[in-house]
């Protein structure tokens, strides 16, 4: 499903949690600006995960690093196929061809 609008900027979302956490309501501040509560409460929850609390989840760096390496991974498994097929190409070519004799 397309997002309806792009990602809001790290720093408005930084302000939320701390209005959240100076005692505002992620209800509250849903209605006044733009983002859903649960977004909200979803923000809250991912900077106590960064900050070292929460529920154990990822840390942000640590969803960041396991995307680059799934990322890292994929590709290798591309570029293992490749070099694997090249192998079984060339092992074919060299049985295809008539050894060369020393005879002459």
Do not use: C
């Not at 959240?20 to 900077?47: C, H, K, M, Y």
């Not at 529920?55 to 490749?82: A, F, H, P």
């Amino acid at each position: 499903m397309p997002r309806s609008h792009t990602p809001y900027p790290p720093e408005f979302r930084r302000q939320m949690v701390e209005l959240v956490r100076s005692g505002r309501t992620p209800d509250e501040l849903g209605q006044e600006f733009e983002p859903s509560s649960e977004s909200i409460r979803n923000w809250v929850r991912q900077a106590d995960r960064d900050e070292g609390g929460g529920d154990g989840d990822l840390t942000t760096e640590e969803r960041q690093e396991l995307q680059r390496l799934r990322r890292e991974n994929k590709q290798l498994r591309v570029e293992r196929e490749i070099l694997s097929k090249a192998a079984d190409w060339f092992a074919r070519e060299a049985d295809s061809k008539p050894s060369r004799s020393s005879n002459s």
